[in-house]
């Protein structure tokens, strides 16, 4: 029995070895061919792809993976009559199944760390190739929004670290005017601040009906705008922070009452569920893909069960996405959003398997 095991254990592992690595060159051709111009050096550019493949793309190819492996390796055993034999032999189908799913188990734990492990990698290199402030903070015309502040400017000068003719206006967190700054120059700071010279400065008080503004002339003031907490909030990178970070850096924010904070902390509940449960949609594309191939007709075409496959994994989609749009709704929690689909494809997995597992009829 054991020997059986471990030859449908290495072919479920093979196929999936091998459908991984060629979705994941596939993919890395891709990678490397849109960030050639990017990514400065070619060694930089493995290395960028080579981290970016198992942390952005591994949750979908792995899942993916999987389940053609299952597909391809019961549905070649019941093609040519080996499962037959396996049924007609008294063995039963448990014996064979159950370390295929072992297997699955233990690839979504392989998944989920590797993902896992190079998220602070992705993170540090994001941080490494974040432009300097000056590159960011200095388009010219219209309002730009910079957490809780929106500014305009007149006029750039990189070169002098100078910016000519700034507005500024600072709003409360639930986006009403407080502070607002005109200046003629700006420098900006190695910290990533701006040091205004000659501000006129106005305070309005909105939380207070009816009190006139306070309106004063400084000869610089030196304005944080790195250390807004609402715009460290809005810009967090969800993929780039490690998962007990995410975690922290949502509870921190809860209360908060910055515009905007109780659609982002949803959204961001809703990333964490999902990074919990893509490694585990592993096991759930294998289970679903055994009674799909254990329906194969002995010395048929795998055609018809390529088809149902298709269908399957079609609607399986089709529900997390109807899921996730619900939860944008408020109709679903971020919980029910991502575990009431895989949950419910599982069960219906379980129950079609018990049928697929009758003796299959002989072809004529």
């Known amino acids: 029995m054991r020997t059986l095991s471990r030859y449908f254990v290495k072919r479920y592992l093979s196929f999936f070895v091998a459908i991984l690595f060629f979705c994941s060159l596939a993919l890395a051709i ?24 198992p942390s952005y793309y591994l949750g979908d190819l792995a899942p993916l993976s999987a389940y053609l492996a299952t597909l391809f390796s019961l549905g070649l055993a019941a093609r040519w009559l080996e499962w037959g034999a396996i049924q007609a032999a008294g063995i039963a189908p448990w014996r064979v199944l159950a370390p295929i799913i072992v297997s699955a188990l233990c ?47 007149g006029k750039a000068q990189p070169e002098m670290g100078q910016l000519v003719n700034i507005r500024a206006y600072t709003r409360t967190p639930k986006g009403r005017l407080e502070v607002a700054y005109v200046a003629p120059l700006a420098e900006l700071q190695p910290d990533g601040s701006w040091r205004l010279v000659d501000v006129v400065i106005s305070q309005y008080f909105p939380n207070e009906k009816g009190r006139v503004p306070i309106i004063r002339r400084e000869p610089e003031l030196f304005l ?42 949803r959204a961001l509940e809703q ?94």
């Not at 089709?318 to 949950?343: D, G, H, I, K, M």
């Open 30 to 53: 891709i990678e490397m061919a849109l960030g050639f111009e990017s990514v400065q050096g070619f060694q930089e550019l493995i290395r960028w792809t080579l981290i970016r493949l």
């Open 107 to 153: 690839l979504a734990v392989v998944t989920a760390t590797i993902r896992e492990s190079l998220v602070p990698l992705v993170f540090d290199s994001q941080q490494a190739t974040r432009r300097p402030i000056s590159e960011q903070l200095a388009p010219i015309g219209g309002l730009h929004q910079h957490g809780r502040m929106v500014f305009e400017v």
């Open 271 to 364: 990333v964490v569920h999902e990074r919990l449960a893509d490694p585990w949609l592993v096991l759930v594309m294998t289970l679903l893909a055994m009674p799909i191939a254990l329906r194969v007709q002995p010395g048929r075409s795998l055609a018809p069960a390529a088809i149902t496959a298709i269908a399957v994994i079609a609607a399986f989609f089709f529900a997390q996405s109807l899921a996730e749009l619900l939860a944008t709704r408020n109709l679903l929690t971020p919980t029910q959003a991502v575990w009431t689909v895989p949950l419910l494809f599982m069960a219906a997995a379980a129950i079609s398997l018990r049928g697929a597992q009758r003796p299959p009829r002989a072809s004529r």
């Open 224 to 265: 944080a705008l790195t250390n807004d907490p609402g715009l460290v909030f809005e810009e967090i990178d969800e993929e780039a922070l490690p998962l007990p970070d995410l975690v922290e850096h949502i509870s921190n924010h809860r209360d908060s009452e910055y515009s905007g904070t109780r659609h982002r902390i």
